[in-house]
């Protein structure tokens, strides 16, 4: 189904984060000649993108916007041979699993390039994936795996919340001169939030204060931070105030707004999709810890999905995922402290 031409019904004040995608994309390719969109079936001939979110853009671009084969690979590879040609591509895998098929051309290219040149050479690449549970997807389509790229020096990694920071965001890293990893959720496609004004943009590496607080800090991005803010409207009625930040950007992620948020309320909880061992939650906690262990009135709780594949039969897909009644029940036992 297409993003843009969806039988959801959208307010003229609003937009989806498909849609947020699309305005991005469509900004940027008029703004800016070297600006390249590829990847398989991104052209209107192949249906503009699985979800549509490419739709209009190689009939108006023409041969700026190409479907390629399927081959994430050669995806990759090319975006990285045409940044450093001087172009600024963004480059679709169409699902965040297929991306571990280009791994050596983003680690080993992409990412190291600049270094290896002693700063002489960029990389302005994007690549945009999508993925997330919850869907029914399996295995093989649901997994966030924005914790191997955070570990890779050169990168940057962006998970977007809404279609405001999606638009914002993509356009940051359309015309930042490394490379970056924008991961899209695949089940907030269709998530209204308030539309843009054209332009619009939000610097990467800053966080957002979704909602402030005073009891409890809670550190998130992407998807769970929808959840997040529907258990601290509930906790409110009870007198507990959760101040919920939304990273946005996982690398490099805002450590300064963090430390000063977990100053005030001297408690934290930290919440993302991907699977808690090893995950972007382990590396904000020992940082909270590290910075602020004395003034912590208790060790920092994590919650995340289960370790273990994103199982398929939904009952298991959703025992997999973080939940409500686990960000509540986090929130709750910091105040034990």
């Avoid at 853009?57 to 045409?82: C, D, M």
């Avoid at 977007?160 to 930042?176: A, H, V, W, Y």
């Avoid at 308030?194 to 979704?210: D, F, K, N």
């Avoid at 919440?271 to 090893?278: D, I, R, S, T, W």
Wanted: contains cysteine; charged residues 20%.
């Amino acid at each position: 189904m297409s993003a843009a031409g969806s039988s959801r019904k959208v307010a003229p004040d609003e937009i989806t984060c498909g849609q947020a995608t699309q305005m991005a994309l469509d900004e940027a390719l008029a703004a800016d000649e070297r600006v390249l969109v590829f990847g398989e079936d991104v052209a209107d001939p192949e249906g503009g993108g699985i979800v549509g979110m490419t739709t209009g853009l190689s009939s108006k671009y023409g041969a700026r916007v190409r479907s390629t084969p399927i081959s994430e690979q050669a995806i990759a590879g090319l975006a990285v041979g045409a940044a450093i040609a001087g172009m600024r591509p963004v480059a679709e895998i169409m699902l965040m699993n297929f991306i571990t098929l280009a791994m050596d051309q983003i680690v080993n290219h992409a990412a190291k390039t600049r270094f290896m040149s002693g700063g002489k050479t960029s990389v302005p690449l994007t690549i945009r994936t999508m993925s997330g549970a919850g869907l029914g997807s399996g295995g093989q389509h649901s997994d966030m795996y924005e914790a191997w790229f955070a570990h890779v020096p050169g990168l940057k990694v962006v998970v977007p919340s809404n279609p405001r920071d999606q638009k914002g965001l993509l356009t940051s890293c359309i015309f930042d001169d490394d490379p970056c990893i924008f991961i899209e959720t695949t089940a907030l496609t269709w998530q209204k939030g308030p539309r843009p004004e054209p332009g619009h943009v939000v610097p990467l590496g800053e966080a957002a204060v979704a909602r402030p607080g005073s009891d409890v800090t809670l550190v998130g991005y992407g998807r769970p931070i929808l959840d997040a803010l529907v258990v601290a409207e509930k906790l409110a009625a009870e007198g507990i105030s959760l101040e919920v930040i939304d990273l946005r950007t996982v690398m490099p992620w805002d450590e300064q707004t963090v430390f000063e948020s977990v100053a005030r309320t001297r408690r934290a909880v930290t919440l993302h999709e991907a699977v808690k061992q090893f995950g972007p939650g382990a590396e904000i906690s020992s940082r909270i810890h590290e910075e602020l262990f004395s003034q912590l009135k208790g060790p920092v709780i994590r919650v995340a999905s289960k370790n273990s594949v994103v199982p398929f039969t939904p009952v298991l897909e959703q025992a997999f995922m973080w939940s409500q009644a686990e960000i509540e029940a986090a929130v709750r036992k910091t105040l034990t402290y």
